[in-house]
């Protein structure tokens, strides 16, 4: 125990006040997503708990499923004559919770709040994307104590850790400063509230690309950059080459209308494309500030006994002075055998007279 753990220990002895150790949120035993009260508001017994969450929001449910929601719960809360409605989604991960909260706050411009790693406000809504946690939060009316109440409410969630709590990498290559209003989407029912002009059958979403949107004010107007992000290399040139016989295909815009760029760029295997009514340069420009670095690694063989040479030579040693010994032995157990035989069974079996006598050929006339 530290020094300032037992001080600590025995300052609340002394002073007779009771410490209570905050342990991190556990799931709720029965499954609940939402917790029973935060901050005065309590959970009426109505609740919705289901698998299917269709039956939750099912204005999104391509959305939901697309994403892989795998939990959903409808609650309504009460406090005095307030009233609030949480709508609480679980995904297997953190990037399919951050598609799918991108795809619910849809083309509708959301004030940024702190309340988790993604949130939002607009009017009387918050949203807020809790790790692999998505809460769609309706309240009557916003008050100045609804920021520590949602707070309050975030510190209560029980959400994933380890590799399930990694946010898509997609976003982090968004140049910054000046990017807003960012969206992402993993398949074609979240690409529509991205606000790309690519439709879903060119981006591919079959090859697991993961597509983000973000704009940028310039003085002409503003500015859509999309990044697409593919597995590999190959399949970002395939897909910017189809991008760009894609655009050429485009009818050209009407006399009189201001012009709109078109620009694609690939940075590894990511393709960027910028489009709005700025000048291609400022498109180049846009693109080249996109970061990307490549990290190299070389794997090493691993190597084992037996790929050791040393270890050859001593066990061609080892055998043999097992072969030398072997026929040391041999050579002993042959001769004491004939050394026996000679002296119990003398002139019998072994050196016999008639055996050491020789044939001799009389071939003299």
């Not at 380890?162 to 982090?172: C, E, N, Q, W």
């Not at 079959?206 to 002409?220: C, M, P």
């Not at 209308?257 to 940075?267: D, E, G, L």
């Not at 001769?335 to 072994?350: A, D, S, T």
Request: overall charge neutral; charged content about 20%.
């Amino acid at each position: 125990m530290s020094n300032f753990t037992l001080l600590l220990c025995l300052a609340v002895a002394a002073t007779g006040q009771n410490v209570t150790m905050v342990a991190p949120p556990a799931p709720a035993a029965d499954g609940s997503l939402l917790p029973t009260a935060f901050t005065g508001w309590e959970k009426a017994n109505d609740s919705l708990r289901t698998a299917d969450a269709t039956q939750v929001d099912p204005q999104n449910a391509a959305l939901l499923r697309e994403t892989g929601v795998v939990a959903a719960e409808r609650a309504r809360y009460t406090r005095q004559d307030r009233k609030l409605e949480i709508r609480a989604y679980r995904f297997p991960d953190a990037t399919s919770a951050f598609a799918a909260y991108s795809g619910m706050k849809g083309t509708e411009p959301f004030a940024v709040e702190k309340f988790c790693a993604h949130s939002g406000s607009a009017g009387n809504r918050i949203l807020m994307n809790c790790t692999d946690l998505v809460l769609d939060v309706r309240y009557d009316k916003i008050t100045a104590m609804t920021p520590a109440e949602m707070r309050s409410l975030t510190r209560q969630l029980s959400v994933a850790t380890g590799t399930g709590a990694l946010a898509p990498t997609a976003p982090l290559h968004m140049p910054r400063p000046g990017i807003s209003n960012i969206r992402f989407a993993l398949g074609p029912a979240g690409l529509p509230h991205t606000g790309t002009p690519l439709p879903a059958e060119l981006v591919d979403f079959s090859k697991g690309a993961e597509l983000v949107t973000g704009t940028i004010d310039y003085a002409e107007g503003p500015a859509l950059i999309t990044l697409i992000k593919y597995p590999t290399f190959a399949l970002a040139t395939d897909r910017q080459k189809a991008f760009d016989e894609w655009a050429k295909s485009r009818p050209a815009p009407a006399a009189g209308a201001p012009p709109s760029t078109f620009y694609t760029k690939r940075i590894g295997p990511i393709v960027a494309v910028v489009t709005g009514g700025i000048a291609e340069a400022e498109a180049r420009t846009l693109a080249e500030r996109i970061p990307y670095d490549v990290t190299l690694s070389q794997n090493e063989p691993v190597y084992t006994a037996k790929d050791n040479i040393g270890n050859l030579v001593v066990n061609i040693l080892y055998l043999s002075f097992v072969v030398m010994g072997f026929a040391a032995v041999c050579g002993v157990a042959f001769g004491g055998f004939r050394v026996i035989m000679r002296r119990l069974f003398p002139g019998r079996y072994i050196d016999r007279p008639e055996a050491n006598e020789l044939i001799k050929l009389d071939l003299r006339d």
